[in-house]
C-alpha cells in the first residue's frame, strides 16, 4: 500500500489485531472486540476505496474533474462489493471485469467483503451477531487483498 492515509489505517487495524489475539483466553472479549474490529474495517474499506479513486483522479484529470470525483466519492458508505464493482466500472469498465474475473476465481473476497458490511449494519441496529476474531481475521485478509487490487489498477 503506498498511500500515506490507507497504510496509517492499516497500521492502526494491525496492531488491533494483534492486541486482541493476546486475548486469547477470553472467548467472549475476543468476541466483543471482532465487532469493534468489524466497524473499523469497514471504515478502513470506505476510506481506502474513496482515497485510491480520488487519488487516481488527481493525478490524471483536471482540477474540475477532481472536484467532481471528490463530490461524488464524499458520500460513499456501506461498501458492499456492488458499490465498489460500481465505482471501478465509472472509472473503467476493464477494471471491473477485472475485478469480477478475479472474484469469479475467489469468491471469498466478495463473501468476505459483503459480510462486513451486513454485519457492520447489524452492529449498528442493535442486533445479535455471531462475529468471531478469527472470521474477522479472515475478512480483513480478503479486505486488503481487494485494496491491493484496485491500487494495482490505478498505478498501472
Excluded at 487495524?13 to 474490529?37: C, G, P, V
Aim: net charge positive; hydrophobic share 35%; aromatic share 10%.
Amino acid at each position: 500500500m503506498s498511500n500515506k492515509e490507507i497504510l496509517s489505517y492499516k497500521r492502526q487495524l494491525d496492531y488491533l489485531f494483534k492486541e486482541i489475539s493476546n486475548l486469547d483466553t477470553d472467548l467472549e472479549m475476543q468476541s466483543h472486540w471482532a465487532r469493534y474490529l468489524c466497524i473499523r474495517v469497514s471504515g478502513f474499506l470506505e476510506v481506502a476505496v474513496s482515497t485510491i479513486y480520488k487519488n487516481y483522479a488527481k493525478d490524471k484529470a483536471a482540477p474540475f474533474v477532481v472536484n467532481y470525483v471528490n463530490k461524488q466519492l464524499s458520500g460513499f458508505q456501506n461498501p458492499n462489493m456492488e458499490k465498489i464493482l460500481n465505482i471501478t466500472r465509472a472509472f473503467s469498465v476493464d477494471w471491473a471485469k477485472e475485478i469480477e474475473l478475479e472474484l469469479g476465481t475467489n469468491s471469498e473476497i466478495k463473501d468476505s467483503i459483503d459480510s462486513i458490511v451486513k454485519i457492520r449494519n447489524k452492529i449498528a441496529h442493535g442486533d445479535n451477531v455471531g462475529i468471531t476474531y478469527s472470521r474477522m481475521q479472515s475478512y480483513y485478509k480478503s479486505t486488503l487483498k481487494l485494496i491491493k487490487l484496485l491500487e494495482e489498477q490505478c498505478n498501472r
